[in-house]
């Protein structure tokens, strides 16, 4: 049976390998490969992209491997390739939006986007990270801000208000006095480039990013696990890059509502010198085993206020359904809508129609 298993399903044949590796040698490796097809309704520019990511990804857990207190090394390689005429980054430059219709999905040779120690120490009351991070995911998130797993648009899959630097050296540290509170902050490399390692930079321009977050994590009884967060953010001006200052207050929220239901809220402000926008809302929901077992469906909506204020401010709800074809295959539906799009003064309200493809082991 294990045979016809492998040969009819091999995506569960790897990954049940690489759990029999982790098992053995507490490294955990995983491999994703995800495509995104955009069109959009209208718009000034070209109104169709596409393109995809290759990701490797690692975990050896080399100090206290099944405690509460271990030290690991993280790992996270990454390839974004464009299919067709442009890649998914750019839609949104192309048609007018204020925020790109998606994070991530640009085009860039292989990378180490991210190679960090993370070491939790005292019963994981105390951790600390040092190495090279993607900022965007130190702070001012929430849990369904994932443009591989759940929405696209920027609004959700990133936190607009942040001018965040690409993956650069960090040291960051985390006091969680009780299970249900934690402070944490840190500083980023604000000259990060996740095409080079710039770890000199960090060193010789102190140009950081730096910010402070402190969250209450309470699991209500009858209800679910929930995060609520307050993070305060500033960017150096950088010199050579000739990018002013800019600084920030992040609040969000998300909360589990029985096993199913996920919901989430968050308000950035921001001086907007470097990002151009000065607040922004989103809200949504996320529902599993909408239309299937595990699969999942989504629904949010955002209002973004740009730093110019002869632009309008732009509106966006999306909508997406996400199918668990296999073990290891994903793949989803996804609108959004764009009321009153901030660069296409000619369009009132444009609509982003994608599918994407998701294969992780």
Known sequence: MEDELEEIRPGLAIKKKFDELAAKTNLRIGFAQSFLFQQASGGPGDRNAGGGDIDLLAKWTAIGAGT??????????EYRFQIGDQPPSALGPEIGTLLPTTNGFSERPPVVKELYWDHRLFEDHFRYVVGRVDPENLFGGHRLQSANFYFLDKAFSSNPTVPYPGSGMTAAAQLKPTPWMYIDGGINN????????GIES?????EFLSFIEAALTPTIEGVGAGRYRVAFWHIDARENAGKPSDRGITVSCDQDIGDALTVFARYGNADGDVSGITNSVQGGAGIKHVLGKDSLFGLAAAWSQPKDDTLRDEKVVEAFQRFQITETMQFTLDAELIIDPSNAPGDDVLGVFSARLRISF
């Open 190 to 197: 604000a000259n990060g480039k996740t095409t080079t390692m």
């Open 68 to 77: 509460k207190d271990t030290g690991i090394v993280a790992f996270a390689g």
């Open 202 to 206: 960090f060193f010789d321009e102190h």
